[in-house]
């Protein structure tokens, strides 16, 4: 399907130069910020206090984040957790205070809130274990909330989280080459590597420049944004080799220049299709989605661009040609036959 169709081939290649510079600016940049200013690492990674926490209403999720961020912790989570009455809250650590006092600090904020007192329950369980547990209590007896469980996220299981996520990261790139390689020529390979990272380093220099959280939903989003952009470009570089064998008298650039222009009514329906659900996650979503729309905004946007100009750009200035692509038969063709090509 295609909303539109340019007869003219729009000369992509002739300002691939100038293009790639402002790439490589963009990404210099990228990675000086990344060197000086770091990620901003969420809970997961750096560690912090977790607390579920119950309501006996559907929880008002924006109320209960305003009564938490007031405490001063900086970057906190908040989200449903299972049903409307249950949130999950995760809070980083602070210096001089223990995991403890952090949750017990959250729950009690949170009972105020709800014109509630913290006291002390004790109860035997059915197995006859004697349990102590902080409630909240209202005047009149009601319990607007109970405390479900509270635990201490270890920085070490950020550590591994951290290691896992950086190694997950390096194999795609590695499983994305050696598919690219088989399926096209090294040259290409090469060049849709370079795109991709190209695209992650950008995402990860935004994160730093405005410290924006890394959490490991914005980790997700960077994988995703990987195999989106590979698909680009695979786009591309499969309907070059189409142009090689269809017309045999074009030169690297002609051909390049003719598989992304035939190619724009495709991206245009795809991504913008998928930017308008990432989108909606960015304005409805919530906090909980915010900086996972954002890394697919960023990834989708200059996805398109790298897979155009950097992707195809480093392609043509690393020598590809027909022959890399066209594997002749020895069959005889009509010279005269603008179309002739030759059979794969």
């Not at 908040?78 to 210096?95: C, E, M, N």
């Not at 222009?261 to 991504?271: A, E, G, L, Y």
């Not at 002749?328 to 090509?341: F, I, L």
Request: net charge neutral; proline share 3%; with cysteine.
């Amino acid at each position: 399907m295609e909303f539109f169709r340019i007869r003219k081939d729009i000369p992509f290649m002739r300002h691939v130069l100038v293009l790639n510079v402002i790439s490589f600016v963009t990404f210099a940049l990228a990675v000086y910020f990344l060197a000086t200013r770091g990620l901003h690492l969420s809970i997961e990674f750096v560690g912090g206090t977790l607390v579920e926490v119950q309501y006996s209403q559907p929880a008002d999720i924006n109320r209960t984040r305003g009564t938490v961020e007031k405490l001063g912790y900086g970057d906190v989570q908040v989200q449903t957790f299972g049903t409307s009455r249950d949130v999950l809250i995760r809070v980083p650590l602070r210096a001089g205070e223990k995991q403890s006092d952090s949750a017990d600090l959250v729950f009690k904020a949170l009972c105020t809130a709800e014109q509630g007192q913290v006291v002390r329950k004790e109860y035997t369980t059915a197995e006859g274990e004697q349990v102590s547990r902080p409630s909240c209590v209202r005047a009149d007896g009601a319990e607007p909330l109970v405390r479900k469980r509270s635990e201490a996220v270890s920085s070490s299981v950020g550590d591994e989280l951290y290691t896992n996520g950086a190694w997950a990261l390096g194999f795609t790139i590695l499983g994305i080459m050696a598919y690219l390689a088989v399926r096209f020529e090294w040259k290409f390979a090469v060049a849709g590597i370079i795109a991709n990272l190209h695209d992650v380093v950008i995402i990860l220099g935004f994160f730093a420049f405005f410290q924006w959280e890394f959490s490991l939903a914005v980790l997700a989003a960077i994988l995703a944004v990987l195999g989106y952009s590979v698909n680009e470009s695979v786009v591309i570089f499969d309907r070059v080799r189409e142009v090689f064998r269809k017309y045999r008298k074009f030169t690297p650039p002609q051909a390049i220049d003719n598989a992304i222009t035939s190619t724009i009514s495709r991206t245009v329906i795809t991504h913008g299709s998928t930017q308008i659900m990432v989108l909606s996650m960015l304005l409805f979503g919530g906090p909980t989605l915010h900086y996972f729309a954002v890394a697919l905004t960023i990834g989708i946007l200059f996805g398109i661009y790298s897979s155009i100009f950097v992707a195809a750009g480093l392609a043509m200035w690393f020598g590809v040609k027909r022959e890399d692509l066209i594997k002749a038969t020895g069959k005889e063709h009509d010279p005269n036959d603008p179309n002739a090509g030759a059979v794969v």
